[in-house]
Nanobody, 122 residues
């Protein structure tokens, strides 16, 4: 079992920045690639960004490419999502996820955090 806890969400004006964190505990000795997904009201959950176990490989949704940066510090069992130039369409609940395997993919794995709300006002 892996427990994931997201933090760092909040309300910000368009053009602003936020940094989300995802702290993992439990069976963290397993090698997982990690991902961020989001779900806006009335929409399906969608892929945002992914990072390999080593951190050497990343992947982004086209809608956030160039604005968001995913990173990780394995010694702290923590994954980050730096979000810059935020837009109103970025408003959603953001979820951290352990991806299946150690390489980047847009397919979610078994473990989810509880989510953190990001609200961007225009």
């Amino acid at each position: 079992q892996v427990q994931l806890v997201e933090s760092g969400g909040g309300s910000v004006q368009a053009g602003g920045s936020l940094r989300l964190s995802c702290a993992a505990s439990g069976r963290t000795s397993s090698n997982y690639a990690m991902g961020w997904f989001r779900q806006a009201p009335g929409k399906e959950r969608e892929f945002v960004a992914a990072i390999s176990w080593s951190g050497s490989s990343t992947r982004y949704a086209d809608s956030v490419k160039g604005r968001f940066t995913i990173s990780r510090v394995n010694a702290k069992n923590t994954v980050y999502l730096q979000m810059n130039s935020l837009k109103s369409e970025d408003t959603a609940v953001y979820y951290c996820n352990t991806l299946p395997g150690i390489t980047v993919t847009t397919t979610p794995g078994d473990y989810w955090g509880q989510g953190t709300q990001v609200t961007v006002s225009s």
